[in-house]
């Protein structure tokens, strides 16, 4: 006779890890506390399940998996199976996500699921271990250093803003010289300037990574602080939520000119398509269009790279880890951007005659 299994209802026990998470009880590897940016994203899962297990009709549970019988384990499998394909399924063709989506996605939920077996002892199968996480590479979308250039010292540029698009502009210019993330740039105040053998420095420590961080800054951008810490008796640089930012550079690189059109490719099940800003007509993105907050740390990035900088320097400065493969991206980009300007030289040289004396 087959045995009788114990069995949970998921979002419950679901629920109480996100509680221990935010309650500190739940730790990374290293020790430290999950972020709150990360238990968000836990969150968010529990929302999206509730919409899925609603929606699907979808009942899913837990089972203790001791002392199957081998029809009791097939069942087991072919449930867990069934869930990925149907829950996959329902964020690619309901919700329209990509790769990179469902992949973190399924990430989070196996968490949870190693959670439950290593730190609740609760005998569940290592079913989620067949859950593939999809990961695609997005194309890096940079201000090169022309267009940074044009963006400091163009006085055309500067008389058709208003006083609230300067300072956008001068948040995008300091945010593509420091290489930080946006929550670190809007955090800056005046205890993060240094001053060395008589040049300014910014030195933070990254609320994501802890680690610390000094970055040299030019002339331009010393000015662009010096300005508005003038203005404070803390911050150096204007705030704004990162999504009215986010609004306000695509205003600014429309103003700019940076409005060509461009082809953005996502990945869904493996599958590449292009993707349109309206997809009925077919309209494409362009830059303008596309540009964030994030733009402004990978367009650093890029840059100190395709000047000559040492990856290691880099990678310090941006708090990448080694081996990381999201930085060796931006190396790959900026090796790809080094060799056009090289072959542009190049076809000049080879239209010249050159005289021999």
């Known amino acids: 006779m087959p045995k009788k299994i114990t069995e949970y209802p998921f979002l419950p026990l679901y629920r109480r890890y996100i509680n221990q998470l935010k309650k500190g009880k739940q730790l990374q590897a290293n020790g430290k506390k999950i972020k709150k940016g990360s238990i968000k994203n836990y969150e968010y899962l529990e929302l999206l399940l509730t919409k899925f297990i609603i929606q699907k009709k979808f009942d ?9 019988t081998k029809k009791q384990f097939e069942d087991e499998k072919k449930y867990w199976k ?13 919700l329209g996500h990509y790769d990179n989506y469902v992949g973190r996605t399924i990430k989070l939920l196996r968490c949870f699921f190693n959670y439950l077996i290593n730190e609740q002892g609760l005998s569940i199968g290592t079913f989620h271990k067949k859950f593939y996480a999809p990961s695609e590479d997005v194309e890096i979308l940079v201000i090169l250093p022309e267009r940074l250039n044009h963006l400091v010292y163009s006085k055309e540029l500067a008389d ?5 698009m300067i300072k956008v502009k001068d948040v995008v210019v300091v945010g593509c010289v420091v290489a930080l993330r946006y929550s670190d740039l809007d955090a800056l105040n005046k205890t993060n300037l240094e001053i060395i053998n008589g040049r300014m420095y910014i030195k933070i420590q990254s609320k994501k990574t802890q680690t610390y961080t000094r970055v040299k800054l030019p002339d331009y951008a010393i000015d662009i602080i010096n300005k508005y810490a003038k203005l404070s008796t803390r911050r150096i640089l204007p705030h704004f939520t990162k999504a009215d930012l986010n609004k306000k550079i695509k205003m600014l690189m429309e103003t700019a000119g940076f409005n060509e059109d461009i082809q953005r490719t996502r990945q869904r099940r493996g599958i590449p398509e292009i993707t349109y800003k309206i997809k009925k007509t077919k309209t494409p993105y362009r830059f303008c269009d596309v540009v964030t907050t994030h733009t402004m740390r990978r367009s650093a990035i890029t840059t100190m790279l395709s000047l000559g900088m040492n990856e290691q320097m880099v990678r310090q400065i941006s708090g990448h880890i080694a081996n990381s493969k999201e930085f060796y991206r931006y190396v790959a980009f900026a090796q790809k951007y080094i060799d056009t300007e090289i072959d542009l030289v190049h076809e000049k040289l080879s239209k010249k005659h050159l005289e021999i004396a």
């Open 60 to 68: 899913l549970r837990l089972k203790i998996d001791t002392g199957l």
């Open 82 to 94: 069934e869930f990925y394909i149907s829950f996959t399924g329902f964020m690619y063709d309901d």
């Open 160 to 164: 058709q803003l208003s006083q609230e």
